[in-house]
T-cell receptor
Framework: GENVEQHPSTLSVQEGDSAVIKCTYS??????FPWYKQELGKGPQLIID?????GEKKDQRIAVTLNKTAKHFSLHITETQPEDSAVYFC?????????????FGRGTQLTVWP | EPEVTQTPSHQVTQMGQEVILRCVPI?????FYWYRQILGQKVEFLVS????????KSEIFDDQFSVERPDGSNFTLKIRSTKLEDSAMYFC???????????FGSGTQLSVL
């Protein structure tokens, strides 16, 4: 099956700096890559997603890039704020399996210091 | 904003007991899921449910587990004869038919003693 690896496991940045989280996947057939943010006591919340026919997608301070050849995708957060502090998960989905079956990375604990 | 609701938020049970975890998916969603996260490990898919039947289940979802949509709003996960290794955070999720976006509940932390 699909295997998603995520790095780093923890990331600390100063407010205003950028943060980058990277993920790799193993199944070249995977075609959907969402990113989730999980705050303490809450469930994962979708923040951005990208499909394999797109190389980059941006939403305000958040962007995701995808390199299909290398099978990796990254989350970029610019101008970080303390409220960006949370656990971030990347995930991948393969066509042909049930829609909604996601394979998750282990998560990255992002801390933004004021 | 509509959200997926899970109850209880915490459940403590004795090994060998049965537990039922409850979820109320977003009202116009048609696809329902259970995922779990054991402490320190990845979030793992358990089962998906559509049109009143299981559409896919992982190797984790053995005969100990069952799901049900008893009425038009609830979606439940039953774990029979719980084991210590069932201790985990269990997440319910739902989606509509138009895209892949999954919406997760806040989870039920299950502790088996």
């Amino acid at each position: 099956g699909e295997n998603v690896e995520q790095h780093p496991s923890t990331l600390s940045v100063q407010e205003g700096d950028s943060a980058v989280i990277k993920c790799t996947y193993s199944d070249s057939a995977s075609n959907y890559f969402p990113w989730y943010k999980q705050e303490l006591g809450k469930g994962p919340q979708l923040i951005i997603d990208i499909r394999s026919n797109v190389g980059e997608k941006k939403d305000q301070r958040i962007a995701v890039t995808l390199n299909k050849t290398a099978k990796h995708f990254s989350l970029h957060i610019t101008e970080t704020q303390p409220e960006d502090s949370a656990v971030y998960f990347c995930a991948a989905s393969r066509p042909g399996s049930t829609l909604g079956r996601l394979y998750f990375g282990r998560g990255t604990q992002l801390t933004v210091w004021p | 904003e509509p959200e997926v609701t899970q109850t209880p938020s915490h459940q403590v049970t004795q090994m060998g007991q049965e537990v039922i975890l409850r979820c109320v998916p977003i009202s116009n969603h048609l696809y329902f899921y259970w995922y779990r996260q054991i402490l320190g490990q990845k979030v793992e898919f358990l089962v998906s449910f559509y049109n009143n039947e299981i559409s896919e289940k992982s190797e984790i979802f053995d005969d100990q587990f069952s799901v049900e949509r008893p009425d038009g709003s609830n979606f439940t996960l039953k774990i029979r004869s719980t084991k210590l290794e069932d201790s985990a955070m269990y997440f319910c999720a739902s989606k509509d038919r138009t895209n892949e976006k999954l919406f997760f509940g806040s989870g039920t932390q299950l502790s088996v003693l």
